[in-house]
């Protein structure tokens, strides 16, 4: 069984900085894409970012040149390093890997979310 848990959401000004984690573990082989979404109230969730085990990103448009993404692949963790933050930010933000475990083949996990709250 696979598990992604998230952590270093929180509550934080506008133009302040926050770094989300997550990690995954189980009986894990490989892991592909490892990407952030996020949901916000009354809002479909919505790709913010992904990176490839190769390290190519993706963003959307309205984090780029704001949030990075990383990983580290020894670890089976992503991170979004999250600057200059906004109120319109505000979400609860998951995680997804695309993961290949010892028992079957690629298969897309969900974490359970970690809240980020930007007060203006």
């Known amino acids: 069984q696979v598990q992604l848990v998230e952590s270093g959401g929180g509550l934080v000004q506008a133009g302040g900085s926050l770094r989300l984690s997550c990690a995954a573990s189980g009986s894990i082989f490989s892991i592909n894409v490892m990407g952030w979404y996020r949901q916000a109230p009354g809002k479909q969730r919505e790709l913010v970012a992904t990176?490839?085990?190769?390290?190519?990103?993706n963003y959307a448009d309205f984090v780029k040149g704001r949030f990075t993404i990383s990983r580290d692949n020894a670890k089976n963790t992503v991170y979004l390093q999250m600057n200059s933050l906004k109120p319109e930010d505000t979400a609860v933000y998951y995680c997804n890997a695309d993961i290949h475990t010892k028992i079957s083949s690629y298969m897309i996990y969900w974490g359970k979310g970690t809240l980020v709250t930007v007060s203006s």
């Open positions: 990176i490839t085990s190769g390290g190519s990103r």
